[in-house]
């Protein structure tokens, strides 16, 4: 009975060891995993850097030509009032054209008789001057 008791510790030792060395091994696997994850997080957290400095500079540099956009809009609005005060002069002109051409169409409806009697006796005095020579 006693060879039985030493059988089993025997096999219980084997199968400690066998165990063990698998265990070991799935450490071993479990270790290098680990190191390649790592790895991959420092590349990653280098590539952020990277995009985080990029992101930066572009972020500053929209900036600077939002804020050229706006001065340079700011120097337009002088301009546009510029255009505009020409355009309400232009419109102004046009009102007082269209007024003087109307006065002169009153003017013209209101002579037409004497402006007739005028052509009639400048065409009397040149027949009569015609018929002298």
Do not use: C, P
Not at 42 to 54: A, D, N, V
Request: charged share 20%; no cysteine; proline share 0%.
């Amino acid at each position: 009975m006693e060879v039985l008791l030493y059988i089993a510790a025997l096999i219980a030792a084997v199968a400690f060891a066998v165990l063990v060395v698998y265990l070991a091994m799935t450490l071993k696997a479990s270790t290098r995993t680990l190191n390649n994850v790592a790895n991959t997080l420092e590349g990653l957290e280098k590539q952020m850097q990277g995009i985080t400095t990029e992101t930066t500079e572009l972020l500053h540099k929209t900036n600077a030509l939002a804020e050229d956009v706006n001065q340079k809009t700011a120097k337009l609005d002088g301009l546009f009032d510029g255009v505009k005060g020409i355009g309400e002069t232009v419109q102004d002109f046009n009102q007082t054209l269209k007024q003087f051409s109307s006065s002169i169409s009153r003017s013209m409806a209101e002579n037409q008789d004497k402006a007739s009697q005028a052509v009639t006796w400048g065409a009397a005095l040149f027949d009569f001057i015609k018929k002298r020579k």
